[in-house]
């Protein structure tokens, strides 16, 4: 297993969002097997001390949200940001010997990856996991004409391993069913 899908949930959807949390989810493309998981809140104060960005809209779109989403997002301890950007390096480094053979999946090519790095650069963290590591989610779906919508969501949306899950199901079923079709021919 070296794919990890990413999914961040955020006050914002600049490259410089604040970040309230941070899940991970270690999966195989191949399989579609789930390894191991991340989950950490994040304080928000240091995050807009050093140029972190919530804007009106994203805070209007989380009022409009479900309880159990904002429920998700409340029930996670908030650590100051260096410490959860280091304890994301460590659960990589203890679960990959060559980061640099990770594949990050984000989803969306300006977002989860983007505003990740970008954290760690205000924050002055190195990051594990190298630049040329990420993947994005909605490129491959859209490249492979996939119907998102039509698998079922299992758990609450907008808790990051829930999401993370989900987006893995439906990109591990495409790349497994495309495989299959590429060994029919």
């Not at 297993?1 to 899940?23: A, C, F, K, Q, Y």
């Not at 919530?54 to 997002?73: G, P, R």
């Not at 940001?81 to 969306?108: H, R």
């Not at 919508?149 to 790349?175: L, N, P």
Request: glycine share 6%; with cysteine; hydrophobic share 35%.
């Amino acid at each position: 297993m070296n794919h990890i899908m990413l999914d961040l949930e955020t006050l914002g959807t600049d490259s410089n969002s604040v970040v309230v949390s941070i899940s991970a989810v270690i999966f195989d493309m191949q399989t579609g097997k789930i390894g191991n998981t991340f989950e950490i809140g994040l304080d928000t104060y240091a995050q807009e001390k050093n140029g972190g960005i919530t804007d009106e809209e994203t805070l209007a779109w989380w009022a409009k949200q479900n309880q159990a989403a904002k429920d998700e997002l409340a029930r996670l301890i908030k650590v100051p940001v260096d410490e959860a950007l280091s304890e994301f390096n460590i659960f990589i480094k203890k679960n990959f010997t060559a980061p640099s053979k990770i594949k990050l999946w984000g989803n969306g090519a300006t977002f989860d990856n983007v505003i990740l790095r970008n954290l760690y650069k205000r924050h002055n963290v190195n990051f594990v996991v190298p630049y040329y590591a990420d993947k994005d989610v909605r490129t491959f779906t859209y490249l492979e004409k996939v119907n998102t919508r039509a698998y079922e969501f299992v758990g609450v949306k907008h808790r990051g391993i829930d999401d993370c899950k989900h987006q893995i199901k439906y990109c591990t079923d495409t790349y497994i069913n495309n495989r299959k079709q590429n060994h029919a021919n």
